[in-house]
Nanobody
Framework: QVQLVESGGGLVQPGGSLRLSCVAS????????MSWYRQAPGKERELVAT????????NYAESVKGRFTISRDNAKNTVYLQMNSLRPEDTAAYYC?????????WGQGTQVTVSS
């Protein structure tokens, strides 16, 4: 069955870094656009970063530009989110999403907490 499994979240101090991973199975990963979303308590889910199926194009939310980097390894069915210079406002549950045509899959999320 379709699975997206995120990992790499945790507690980090402001200014620190984390690398999130999302491993996909059960579908053809290489044709899907992959994205990371996040949702903070009491807020709507927001798009953080997107990468096209071949990795040729990426897009970022203004709030994370220059600090976060999305990448993918189609041979490993994995998408990554490198997060640097983390801020308390980056605290949220981070979700991986796979999108192709009308198909959209979600992972269960991984919590990122930025606090001193």
């Amino acid at each position: 069955q379709v699975q997206l499994v995120e990992s790499g979240g945790g507690l980090v101090q402001p200014g620190g870094s984390l690398r999130l991973s999302c491993v996909a199975s059960g579908f053809t990963f290489s044709v899907h656009t992959m994205s990371w979303y996040r949702q903070a308590p009491g807020k709507e889910r927001e798009l953080v970063a997107t990468i096209t199926s071949t990795g040729g194009r990426t897009n970022y939310a203004e709030s994370v530009k220059g600090r976060f980097t999305i990448s993918r390894d189609n041979a490993k069915n994995t998408v990554y989110l490198q997060m640097n210079s983390l801020r308390p406002e980056d605290t949220a549950a981070y979700y991986c999403n796979a999108q192709w045509l009308l198909y959209s899959y979600w992972g269960q999320g991984t919590q990122v907490t930025v606090s001193s």
